[in-house]
C-alpha cells in the first residue's frame, strides 16, 4: 500500500530563508513521487517529479527535491523564500494508477 | 494544449437541487480523477475513471453522489439532491495511463444554501 505523510501543516518562513517542506512516503513498488503547489482559488500545479534516475530534481521557482529511499523522504527545499511562495504544498505519491496525495502544509512567508 | 477545462467556475444552488458538475480532460490523456477540497476534510479523492471505465469509486461519499464518463474528452459529477455539507471546491484531474502526474483543472466551486 501506499501512503504520504507530509510533517507539519504550517510552516512559516522569513523572506530570504531557507524554506524545507518534509514528506514522507510509503509504498511496496518504486515510487513517482510528486511535489504539487496550490495558490489561493487555484487547482494544484505541478512543481516537480521524481520518477527514475537522478534523485535530486529541479522543478519550477528555484524549488528541488532529493529522493532518499533509505529515509523514504522526498523533501521540498528552497534556499531562498520569496513572497510569491506563500502557498499550500502537496507531496503525492503514485504507483500504477493509484495516486495518493498528502495532507498539504500551508507556507507562509514573513517580510 | 489547453489544459483540464471544468464548468462551471462557481455555482451556487440551493438545499434540494441538482447540481452538475463538468469536467473535459487533456487530450490523449485516459485517467480523470474527480477530488473534493474543503477546510475540514482537505483533498479528498472521489473517483477516478481508466479508459472511461470507473476503477475505484469508494471515495464518493453516497448515493447522492454520481459520476459518469460517456467518452474520453467528457466527464460528469452529478449531486442530486444536494445538500448544505456538500459545498466545497470539486477539482477535476487527468494523467496519462500509469504513474504519471495529474493535471488539474481550475476547479468548480459549490455553495448550498
Known amino acids: 500500500a501506499q501512503s504520504v505523510t507530509q510533517l507539519g501543516s504550517h510552516v512559516s518562513v522569513s523572506e530570504g530563508a531557507l524554506v524545507l517542506l518534509r514528506c514522507n512516503y510509503s509504498?511496496?513498488?518504486?515510487?513517482?513521487l510528486f511535489w504539487y503547489v496550490q495558490y489561493p482559488n487555484q487547482g494544484l500545479q505541478l512543481l516537480l517529479k521524481?520518477?527514475?534516475?537522478?534523485?535530486l530534481v529541479k522543478g519550477i521557482n528555484g524549488f528541488e527535491a532529493e529522493f532518499k529511499k533509505s529515509e523514504t523522504s522526498f523533501h521540498l527545499t528552497k534556499p531562498s523564500a520569496h513572497m510569491s511562495d506563500a502557498a499550500e504544498y502537496f507531496c503525492?505519491?503514485?504507483?500504477?494508477?493509484?495516486?495518493?496525495f498528502g495532507t498539504g502544509t500551508s507556507l507562509t512567508v514573513i517580510p | 494544449d489547453a489544459g483540464v477545462i471544468q464548468s462551471p467556475r462557481h455555482e451556487v444552488t440551493e438545499m434540494g437541487q441538482e447540481v452538475t458538475l463538468r469536467c473535459k480532460p487533456i487530450?490523449?490523456?485516459?485517467?480523470l480523477f474527480w477530488y473534493r477540497q474543503t477546510m475540514m476534510r482537505g483533498l479528498e479523492l472521489l473517483i477516478y475513471?481508466?479508459?472511461?471505465?470507473?476503477?475505484?469509486d469508494s471515495g464518493m461519499p453516497e448515493d447522492r453522489f454520481s459520476a459518469k464518463m460517456p467518452n474520453a474528452s467528457f466527464s460528469t459529477l452529478k449531486i442530486q439532491p444536494s445538500e448544505p455539507r456538500d459545498s466545497a471546491v470539486y477539482f477535476c484531474?487527468?494523467?496519462?495511463?500509469?504513474?504519471?502526474?495529474?493535471?488539474f483543472g481550475p476547479g468548480t466551486r459549490l455553495t448550498v444554501t
Open positions: 484531474a487527468s494523467s496519462r495511463d500509469g504513474p504519471y502526474e495529474q493535471y
Open positions: 509504498s511496496s513498488v518504486p515510487p513517482y
Open positions: 521524481y520518477t527514475t534516475g537522478a534523485t
Open positions: 503525492a505519491v503514485s504507483a500504477g494508477n493509484q495516486f495518493y
Open positions: 487530450s490523449g490523456h485516459n485517467s
Open positions: 475513471f481508466n479508459n472511461n471505465v470507473p476503477i475505484d
